[in-house]
């Protein structure tokens, strides 16, 4: 098998679990493999970041869509297509130049799946689920985010109710761009809160 190649630690419980559920829901004929792996594709190619990137880059550039999306987060996210499951009840939330926003899932890995695909291991891992809420300032320095002592930084926990996405500030030297532009500085750690769209030296001017 080639099953080591791409996962070289050993299978977490949970995912020997879904494998197994897996295995036998496809035995049983409830649900095809094909069908998984239309998901899974989906959420490969077509669910991710991307999307999250496109909202910020027109919260960015628009600013009535910016305040329908901190007032109405789903409705806004869906006047650009997206939504859909584990993103019921979105909550955007702006950093300001004094406020600095970071989302975690306390209990587990709840995530806004229409706007940033699947979570990276590290949101679902119970050392950053801790100290994202006892330390979130040490969090931030390990993920190279450096925050002024006037900086407050908000930790939100997300949940099956309420899913959080970070609006980052929209970095100086950005001036004139397009949307598409904007986009691309948007990583999905932006949107989790445990980066910031930085301009490289290169892509400036
Ligand atoms: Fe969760």
Redesign the pocket.
């Known amino acids: 098998m080639t099953k080591d190649h791409h996962h070289p630690h050993p299978e977490s419980a949970v995912e020997l679990r879904a494998r197994a559920l897996e295995a036998l829901l496809a035995e049983r004929g409830l649900v095809s493999t094909d069908a998984i792996d239309a998901v899974v594709e989906l959420y490969e190619h077509d669910v991710g970041p991307q999307n999250g990137a496109k909202v910020v880059a027109r919260a960015w550039v628009d600013e009535e869509y910016r305040a329908r999306l901190l007032g109405d987060a789903n409705g806004a996210i869906a006047e650009l297509g997206f939504g859909g499951a584990e993103g019921d009840n979105m909550v955007v939330v702006a950093n300001t130049p004094t406020i600095h926003n970071m989302v975690v ?1 306390t ?5 806004p799946w229409p706007v940033l695909g699947l979570p990276p291991s590290w949101y679902k891992s119970p050392p950053y689920r801790a100290r994202a809420v006892s330390e979130p300032r040490a969090v931030l320095g390990e993920f190279g985010v450096e925050l002024g002592d006037d900086v407050e930084i908000r930790v939100w926990d ?3 109710e309420v899913r959080y996405l970070v609006l980052p500030l929209r970095p100086s030297g950005t001036e004139g761009w397009s949307e598409a532009e904007l986009a691309a500085i948007v990583s999905r750690d932006c949107m989790i809160g445990t980066a910031v769209p930085r301009v490289l030296d290169s892509a400036a001017g």
Do not use: E, K
């Open positions: 899932c209990l587990c890995s709840c995530y997300s949940s099956a």
